[in-house]
């Protein structure tokens, strides 16, 4: 879980006495699984705690974290430190980026892994990169190329013979792989 240091404490507890509607703190992860990761604290009104969010109550205020973001918030840590210019609040999520998953991690989780550590890292070489964008109701992992792969001619072999075989062989219950991705822009393509 999430380590809120005592200094980070007396300053969000600081922040929260000027806001008359919040009921406390929201921690979440944006984009979670992803190079683009980002850890967010924000305060927390009514209407934003969801259904599956843990709340934890602290000495000053109550904090609520995403259901959706805790495997990603595993070891973090939110420290604050003063200095000259009044101070800092830092949130070190080591798992942000590349959470630990298994067999019972949501299939978002585990096709990102996939897409992040074995499938982008071959595209890269090319200048490329993949994304998920949603997983359809049928089973579908609907992705989405980048960089050197949008507009290549060489991409429906990148999706079928690479891309959708690394993802059944070790996802089975996945019934295929959709590309949404826009090739008739073509600026950046690998020839």
């Known amino acids: 879980m999430v380590t809120i240091t005592e200094s980070a404490q007396d300053y969000l507890a600081e922040l929260l006495s000027n806001q008359e509607d919040a009921l406390g703190v929201r921690v979440f992860i944006n984009q979670p699984g992803t190079p683009r990761a980002e ?13 599956d969010d843990e709340e934890k109550q602290y000495d000053k205020f109550s904090a609520w974290f995403e ?3 805790l495997p990603y918030l595993e070891d973090a840590l939110v420290d ?4 000259r210019m009044g101070g800092q609040l830092t949130i070190k999520a080591p798992n942000s980026k590349m959470p630990r998953v298994d067999d ?4 978002e989780d585990r096709i990102n892994y996939l ?3 074995e499938v982008n890292p071959a595209l890269a070489a090319h200048g490329g990169e993949v994304s998920l964008v949603e997983v359809t109701e049928d089973n579908f992992a609907v992705l989405q190329f980048g960089g ?6 060489m991409v429906d072999a990148t999706l079928k013979g690479g891309v959708e075989k690394t993802l059944l062989e070790q996802l089975p ?3 295929g792989v959709k590309d949404i991705t826009d090739h008739s822009d073509r600026s950046n393509a690998y020839y």
């Open 104 to 107: 019972n991690s949501p299939i």
């Open 148 to 153: 050197g792969c949008q507009g290549c001619g």
């Open 39 to 51: 850890t967010c604290i924000a305060y927390c009104r009514e209407g934003d705690v969801q259904p």
């Open 80 to 83: 604050y430190a003063k200095d």
């Open 115 to 117: 897409l992040y550590n």
């Open 67 to 69: 259901g959706r973001s």
């Open 173 to 175: 219950q996945l019934a």
